[in-house]
């Protein structure tokens, strides 16, 4: 028997709201069979058991929340701050540090960050996510809390490889991690795996091709890396003074030179873009930048409230062009990065905000977070829908009665466009509860 669940709303991109509506989905193999109105004996018997429970609010479904760009590793009660005379590249040296890779527990400890980071999300409507791990540590903690994602190992090359000879340990190291994570993970039906090229400033362009190479064989889902996220990035492409030649000291005994000349973050890494690449924030991203992402569907994920923290002493406030590059034709999701630069890894909070940056209807931020970060890990044929045959990540919200209006019966298919923007204002709201969640059919989050 198929599980039926039952809601005064169900909310789905690219659709109107549908009134006194129920999703069915297969528990076994995680799909959703069908979304379709209520009958009228349904909806007499729903609204005679709800009168009772009518103080907590209308039941709303909606497809699982995504975040497209995480570091579950990096778990914080509160971002790490940045005073006045200091940079990214200070903010980094509290993130190496922070991740004890020098412990002989590192690996636990960064697993336990992965485990609080994990349970935060999905107790706030997060079923899927897209994360980028040290050495793949995220994998058994993804795989016992039952969340869907991909997993991207990180690895760092800012000096040029010569002649396709990747004699630096680190890659090398690299290389075996992913071929075992291959091995293991492949099959996977609900964790997929991914690999991150750190950042334009941490990978060159022929270290970045050596090692996509070296990986040719095995099965990775998509790349994922950072892009124009501070001006010091691209002062770097371009030879000039900057703050990251700091970083290059400390860890890599001193500073290093882009490998060619470039005129951004992009352009310095362009040649070896490839397709299934996703890239994180592009606040520095100029206009040529995001027709050349067009070309080749890079797609980029956009994460305001971090971009905000880290550029805070930059005014006018900077976050990527969003309505620019959805102009370009760039398919652009959202993401909170992790917690030791965003006040919190809640999506719908990420969603207000880029809704006040960029002047969004709640709408567009609400489809944002569903469709469009599926778009961004390349996973839209799957998730980010409520819809027959997509996969049954469903989340039920409690939505503040005395804000929305009920429902009718005999509400008609084409909604008022006020009562539409209402219902998807209020899902938006702080006042909403996110009250169960389901990934791939199995019920895991009861409020």
């Not at 409690?398 to 209020?426: F, R």
Request: proline residues 7%; aromatic residues 6%.
């Amino acid at each position: 028997m198929p599980v039926v669940c039952l809601a005064d709303w169900v909310l789905t991109p690219q659709q109107p709201p549908k009134p006194f509506h129920k999703v069915l989905f297969d528990d076994r193999l995680g799909t959703i069979i069908a979304v379709e109105p209520m009958t009228s004996d349904e909806i007499t018997t729903w609204q005679a058991e709800r009168g009772q429970t009518r103080a907590e609010g209308m039941v709303v479904l909606t497809p699982g929340l995504i975040n497209a760009h995480a570091h579950t590793e990096l778990y914080n009660d509160e971002p790490f701050p940045l005073e006045p005379d200091q940079t990214m590249a200070d903010w980094l040296m509290q993130v190496m540090a922070h991740r004890q890779l020098d412990s002989p527990d590192f690996e636990a400890i960064l697993q336990e960050a992965v485990r609080q980071s994990v349970t935060v999300m999905m107790k706030t409507g997060t079923t899927c996510i897209n994360d980028i791990s040290t050495r793949g540590l995220s994998f058994p903690v993804f795989e016992q809390l039952g969340v869907r994602g991909v997993i991207s190992p990180e690895f760092f090359h800012p000096k040029p490889v010569m002649n396709g000879d990747l004699s630096d340990l680190i890659p090398k190291q690299f290389i075996e991690i992913m071929t075992t994570l291959a091995h293991q993970w492949s099959a996977h039906p609900r964790v997929k795996l991914g690999v991150s090229p750190h950042a334009p400033y941490n990978v060159s362009p022929s270290a970045w091709q050596s090692v996509m190479q070296s990986l040719s064989s095995l099965d990775i889902w998509l790349i994922h890396s950072h892009i124009a996220e501070t001006l010091h990035e691209v002062l770097w492409v371009m030879g000039q003074e900057n703050a990251l030649n700091a970083v290059h000291e400390r860890f890599m005994g001193g500073t290093v030179a882009p490998e060619t000349a470039a005129e951004s973050p992009l352009d310095y890494v362009n040649s070896v873009l490839k397709s299934r690449t996703v890239l994180a924030h592009g606040v520095f991203l100029n206009p040529d930048d995001m027709d050349a992402m067009a070309q080749k569907d890079v797609r980029i994920v956009h994460c305001p409230r971090s971009n905000l923290w880290l550029n805070i002493h930059m005014p006018p406030p900077r976050t990527l062009a969003l309505n620019a590059a959805i102009a370009n034709g760039v398919k652009v999701g959202l993401g909170t990065d992790s917690a030791l630069s965003c006040p919190s890894l809640d999506m719908r909070d990420e969603a207000r905000i880029a809704q006040h940056l960029h002047g969004l209807s709640a709408q567009a931020a609400f489809e944002l977070v569903t469709l469009g970060s599926a778009q961004a890990m390349f996973w839209e044929e799957h998730i980010g829908r409520l819809e027959t045959g997509y996969q049954a990540d469903i989340v039920l919200w409690h939505l503040p009665s005395d804000v929305m209006p009920q429902p009718q019966a005999d509400m008609s298919h084409e909604l008022d466009e006020a009562i539409q923007m209402s219902l998807y204002a209020t899902w938006l709201s702080p006042k909403t509860q996110c009250h169960q969640v389901w990934i791939a059919g199995q019920h895991l989050y009861t409020r």
